[in-house]
């Protein structure tokens, strides 16, 4: 068997990997579940083993297990962001449907977390991949302008308001110790800079959830298997996932009455 042959046969075997492996829809199926972990440690979790608390340590090791496990959804969902910007028609649309999915979900968000339909001292997650897309157009603007140290420079001071905006909003802030806003931005910047080296990307993404409490690492790894296909064929499929966050709060928001 000549080189040739060889090259056909590892070219053939990676496209039928990659045929096999997690498209886009299958992602977003991943994540919305990851997701609903999150809302249910704060509202189904409490009926069902009662108020997390010191003296009842079974409710809280299942909101606690729930809430972290939760976390894996964050480098898909950041990666999903990436890839919208890659591939979408109009970058302002797409930033649109971001925010206006940040602010539906934001009343029933607050009921959750603080108790009140609104609370201006903590804002939902969906800021975060907000506030990554606005810095990632921004930082390949700046890319597609400017060169050297001036480039490096302005991406630099970008990236550092970016992570002020979701540390004083206080965005996406989970267990006091998870910054999920500050880490959206942070795996949507190492999706950008290396999606040329793919193993490194994914390498470089997998230490970075590692650090952070773990989980994120298991959702990178989820991200290794994808296919970069669709994975749905019909329009309306991807309003679903859209509409499927700011739901799922608003149950659980109706739960806690």
């Not at 199926?29 to 010191?54: D, E, H, Q, R």
Request: charged residues 15%.
């Amino acid at each position: 068997m000549n080189d040739i042959e060889m090259a056909k046969i590892r070219r053939e075997s990676g496209e039928t990997r990659r045929r096999r492996g997690l498209s886009v829809f299958r992602l977003k199926v991943i994540g919305a579940v990851f997701m609903a972990l999150s809302v249910a440690s704060t509202t189904v979790i409490p009926l069902i083993f009662g108020a997390p608390a010191a003296d009842n340590m079974t409710g809280l090791t299942a909101a606690v297990v729930c809430e972290v496990a939760s976390w894996c959804a964050v480098p898909i969902y950041s990666w999903l962001v990436y890839n919208g910007w890659k591939h979408t028609r109009s970058r302002m649309r797409y930033a649109g449907r971001l925010f206006v999915v940040a602010m539906l979900a934001g009343l029933p968000y607050d009921k959750i977390m603080t108790g009140h339909w609104f609370d201006a001292h903590t804002h939902n997650p969906v800021w975060g991949l907000f506030f990554a897309y606005v810095v990632l157009v921004a930082v390949d603007w700046i890319a597609r302008h400017y060169a050297g140290f001036v480039r490096w420079v302005m991406t630099v001071a970008l990236i550092l308001a970016g992570v002020l905006w979701n540390v004083m909003l206080q965005i996406g802030v989970s267990q006091r110790v998870m910054y999920t806003g500050v880490l959206a931005l942070a795996f949507v910047l190492v999706f950008y800079f290396l999606s040329a080296h793919e193993n490194t990307m994914m390498f470089t993404a997998g230490l970075l959830g590692a650090v952070m409490c773990i989980t994120p690492g298991i959702g990178v790894a989820f991200l290794h298997y994808r296919n970069d296909r669709l994975g749905y064929e019909r329009p309306w499929a991807k309003w679903v996932f859209y509409a499927l966050y700011p739901a799922m709060l608003l149950l659980g928001a109706l739960l806690t009455l």
